[in-house]
């Protein structure tokens, strides 16, 4: 690669003493050596060692304004103003999602049962006892969304990225174009041709990393709770949509 983005990162590494080669614009050997260095011995905004492979991704990128002291160290986003990648529907659900994380919400007496799951399954028609991650986005949406519920609600996590892919709102996320707050994320369980799933939404994308709010995630008592994931590197990801409103 020949880029003036790579004599950047070699005055970068050449300040933290991983490159004694001369500036320029081409990422050669000597460079990427440099790069595997660094990474070695450095962190990701997710407080994980970096993947020690000589290429200069959002984590690295991120490790490295941080070593030369141009960026913070927040661990992950706060929520602010709307973002303007974001829809107003999933806006609006990832408020409901927000709150009902604050509240602790989640099983209570049995698995997959308690009053959490039997509201977020009001609105689905499920019953105590079946999966409530799916019912918990339905939730969040029609919750957010009262008389302008975009999808119709159900407690497949599948069946939702269905009805998104036949909206044309489905996507596959890359850094180029990430995530926004407000939108699905959808795995596959089981075989990736079978019917099991899990859905969450998006809280928020910063730094190569996928911050999520999800419901059903872990053993009982499971609770709606907040995890991150490195975009590019989402184990059994199935795409992503965004409820266009």
């Not at 939730?139 to 009805?163: D, H, I, S, W």
């Not at 939108?183 to 079978?194: F, N």
Request: a neutral charge; proline letters at 7%; charged letters at 20%.
């Amino acid at each position: 690669m020949i880029h003036e983005e790579v004599a950047q990162l070699a005055k970068d590494l050449s300040a933290l003493g991983f490159y004694r080669g001369p500036i320029g614009e081409n990422f050669n050997t000597d460079m990427e050596a440099a790069v595997k260095a660094f990474q070695s011995q450095y962190v990701g905004p997710d407080h994980l060692p970096l993947v020690v492979d000589g290429q200069v991704g959002p984590l690295t990128r991120w490790a490295l304004d941080i070593a030369r002291n141009r960026a913070s160290s927040k661990k992950s986003p706060a929520p602010g103003a709307k973002p303007a990648g974001s829809s107003k529907a999933g806006w609006n659900a990832l408020a409901i999602a927000r709150r009902e994380l604050a509240a602790g919400a989640g099983e209570k007496g049995a698995d997959n049962d308690g009053p959490d799951v039997m509201k977020y399954h009001a609105v689905t028609g499920a019953s105590a006892g079946d999966s409530w991650c799916a019912s918990f986005i339905s939730y969040c949406f029609a919750e957010g969304n009262p008389g302008a519920m975009p999808f119709e609600p159900t407690a497949g996590a599948r069946e939702v990225l269905k009805q998104f892919k036949q909206k044309g709102w489905d996507f596959q996320a890359s850094v180029n174009s990430p995530p926004a707050p407000g939108d699905i994320i959808v795995w596959w369980r089981g075989p990736r041709e079978g019917w099991l799933g899990h859905i969450g939404i998006v809280s928020a994308y910063e730094n190569g990393l996928v911050h999520t709010i999800e419901g059903n995630r872990g053993p009982y008592p499971s609770k709606v709770a907040a995890f991150h994931y490195v975009l590019g590197r989402i184990d059994k990801l199935l795409g992503f949509g965004r409820a266009v409103s």
